[in-house]
């Protein structure tokens, strides 16, 4: 069964900086990696896609990596804003139909002006 | 396209109540998903469907919980009866398997009190 973790859970950064957050999962027979934003009491954004055979996608101040033998995913963020401000899950989607998303717990960020 | 589209956006009900969520997905999207969000547990997959089938029906926690997607812009996921512990945010989400790539799309959510 799919397991998917993030790490940190939690993290606190003053304005400007550049910063990672990481994902790892336990099966790498993947379709596909996806990158979501969360803002409190809404639905989840999606940031960026990375499909099995790619190794990174990118997306103005974002760049996210897959490593699928490894098992993980990071997620770059350059010079961080208050309105980065989030918890960002990442996704897994199994190869059944390459469908089914499994999620990690998510890592609340707070970018401190 | 306006994007998934979830409704009620909250639902407060009283323990024992049929309670109904309704979605409507991307059009287009031959997959829709059903999540459940508690800050216990993060976000479960109750079920999916493609092509207006059901796939996976694991997630969902009983028999008290039921998804029906009669045709492919409308799906319902029902609670009855509602105990307090099916409180949470619903998420339905939908999207288009091409090659293999599939980039999931979410709605707003509805968020569930049972009291």
């Known amino acids: 069964k799919q397991e998917v973790t993030q790490i940190p859970a939690a993290l606190s950064v003053p304005e400007g900086e550049n910063l990672v957050l990481n994902c790892s999962f336990t099966d790498s027979a993947i379709y596909n990696l996806q990158w979501f934003r969360q803002d409190p009491g809404k639905g989840l954004t999606s940031l960026l896609l990375?499909?099995?055979?790619?190794r990174e996608q990118t997306s103005g101040r974002l760049n996210a990596s897959l490593d699928k033998s490894s098992g993980r995913s990071t997620l770059y963020i350059a010079a961080s804003q208050p309105g980065d401000s989030a918890t960002y899950l990442c996704a897994v989607s199994g190869d059944n139909y390459g469908q089914n998303f499994v999620f990690g717990p998510g890592t609340r960020l707070s970018v401190l002006p | 396209d306006a994007g998934v589209i979830q409704s009620p956006r909250h639902e407060v009900t009283e323990m024992g109540q049929e309670v109904t969520l309704r979605c409507k997905p991307i059009s287009g999207h031959n997959s829709l998903f059903w999540y459940r969000q508690t800050m216990m547990r993060g976000l479960e997959l109750l079920i999916y469907f493609n092509n207006n089938v059901p796939i996976d029906d694991s997630g969902m926690p009983e028999d008290r919980f039921s998804a029906k997607m009669p045709n492919a812009s409308f799906s319902t996921l029902k609670i009855q009866p509602s105990e307090p512990r099916d409180s949470a945010v619903y998420f339905c989400a939908s999207s288009l398997a091409l090659r293999g790539v599939t980039e999931a799309f979410f709605g707003q959510g509805t968020r569930l009190t049972v009291v």
């Open positions: 990375i499909q099995s055979s790619q």
